[in-house]
Each structure stands twice: as C-alpha cells, then as structure tokens.
C-alpha cells in the first residue's frame, strides 16, 4: 500500500537552480503541502544559488520529510545530465514517492527519464517556451519536450498562456493539463511604502536581456532629452549586469545598481515599479508587487494580461522605450492615480492569485492524474 492509498502523498520536486520565481514557486507548494500532512522532498542543482539558496533551502529542512538531495546540474545539455538523472531515479526508489515533479525544462526532463511507479507532474515554467522555435537551441529543446511527452502523466501550467505556447509549439498533450497560476501569500499583502530616499523608478529582477532593462534606460534617456530626467534604481544580478550599467553610463542616465535584495525592500527604493519584460510566463514579481499595493507599469507579454484582468488596457507595448516613457511621464504626474489603480489590482490578486488556492489546485491535480492512472475518469480541463 502506498502512502497514496492512506490518504497522504509523497511529492518529491525536481529542478536545477534554486533561484528567481520558479525556486519560489517551489518553495510555497513544499510549505503549503508539508503543512497538509504530505511527506515532501526536493532535488536541485548543487552549483547555483549562493548563500541566499542554501539560507532558504535550509529553512525549509524541517518541512522535508524525504530530504535534500543536491546534485550537479548544468543549464544546457552535458554529459552531466546522466548522472543527474541516476541521482533522481535513485531519490525516487530511496523515498517511494508516489509524485515526481520536475519544474523546468532541465527538472521536467529528469523528473520524466526516470522510472517507477511514481506521477511524473511537470511545470515548465517557461523553460523551453522562451526559445525560438527555429534557432538552434529552440529546435533542440523543443524536439525534446515533444519526445517527452508520452512520459508524462500531469502538466501543470502557470498561465493560460503558458498553456496555449507550449500547444502551439510542441503539440497537444495525451496527459491531462491544468492551469494553476502562482499565488502569493497572506503576509505579502502587507502595504511597501517607498523609502524617504527612493528614486523615481525602481526595476525588481534577472539583469538580462530579456527583462528589458535596455529598455527602461532608453525610455529614461528619452525623458531627459525631453526635459524630464528621472533617476531609478536597478535592483538584481544577472549576466547582461554589466552591459546595462555600461548603457546607462553611456547615456549619462541617474541610475544605481544595488545588486540583488529581496523583492519588498526593492519595491521601497523607487515610487513606481518598472516590469518592461520582453518575455515572461507569469512573474511573481508583479504578483509581489501588486500584493503589496506598490504602483507599476508592465508589458503586455506573456500572462501578465492574466494578472490584470481588466486593467489590462494598462499594459504597454514589450520593446517599445518612446510609450514606456510616454507612460512613465503621466504616472510620475498622477501619484493618486498610480495608487487607485494599485489598489485595484492588490483586491484582484487577493482574490485570484493567492499561495492557498494555488497548492490546493496542485495538490487535486495530482489527485486527479492519479485516479485517471487507476482508470477513473477526470473532468476535461
């Protein structure tokens, strides 16, 4: 009998780097489902994360029954890879799990390649679905996803968005597939007043590229040559840090780079959140943002118009600096606005987006897949 049939699960994650939205996804579900009785265990990379990961991993020791296991990971394919994949397969026979859940490309492909009896869920949590489907690695990793599917039992998607890309690009799955968006939870609706110091823009997240913090220093040198400089603080790391710093040097822009800080002491370092994101799935950062009541402006990509809801109208054009400074200047004249608008979108996430309903959703999908294995029918998504 497994701990299945006595009515708890054991759910054993898998991914690489224990950072940014997806290690914080992972993080509320192994909470929320250890506080609900399930035994609850975690693979990850042994590489990545630094002091802020082994920190957060080792707080959340007293919530995994079934351990820690750190193996190393890369970030593209490698010879490593096959080691890795032991190393899970062995945590599954070691735990008995009855759920493997990969999250990410790297995590989804481990959690698929091993065997045993267990689920095998999957959150791609963009992973793949940023590639473009005709470059080099896109086809690769794409090839991929569509291999895996047969071996693969649930897929949970944290956004509808998510969901229709990864159809239109790897193709419909046989498995039953759930939309569960990210939540947040109770203490994070607490309000962030912006610091007596604060600039006049603050940027929260991964320095690269496809955040579009170019983006933002172009819209900025726009409002200077307009004759309305505005200073922001660029709170993160990442691997285009030092392209973006050289950029704002170069357009003599009033810009600090503090390095990475959790997400609500970066909101308090500016008066008006900026996510001018190329690309995302759907980011907690807004999530965090909107939860604490701080003002922002963000694109319109990925499943952030999700978030939204009717505000959508709101979001901006990904790419575009001359109408992100064109927003920026009318909302920098409307604090009153900006805070109205804010509210509404915190009573939104509070009802829609919140970390308990999210584990809940998971949890009865993971139910659900389950019974559909024993050869009971589940209700279409």
Known sequence: MTTADRGSLAVLHVFRAPVGGLFRHVVDLVRAQAAAGHRIGIV???????????????????????????????RHLGPSDVAAVRRVARALRDT???????????????ARLTGGGALRAYTPHGGTLHFAPRSPLGLVYLNLERVLLPRTDLILFESAYARDVFQARVGTPAAPVRVVHNGVTAPEFASVAPDLDASDLVFVGELRRLKGVDVLIEAMDTLAAAGRPVSATIVGSGPDGAAFKALAQAR??????????????????????????????????VLEAAAAGVPLLATAVGGIPEIFGPQSPLLLPAGDAARLADAIRAALADPAGGRAAAEALRERVRAQFNAETMSSAVLAAYRAAIDLRKGSQIPPA
């Open 44 to 74: 990850a990379d042994a590489t990545t994360g630094g002091e802020r990961a082994e920190a957060a991993l080792a707080a959340l020791g007293p919530s995994l029954a079934l351990g820690i296991t750190r193996v190393p990971m890369s």
């Open 96 to 110: 008995g799990a009855d759920v493997v859940h990969g999250h990410g490309a790297k995590g989804g492909a481990y």
């Open 252 to 285: 003599g822009i009033a810009a600090g780079f503090p390095g990475a800080l959790p997400a609500r002491q970066g909101f308090a370092r500016g008066r008006l959140l900026i996510v001018p994101s190329r690309a995302e799935s759907l980011p907690y950062i």
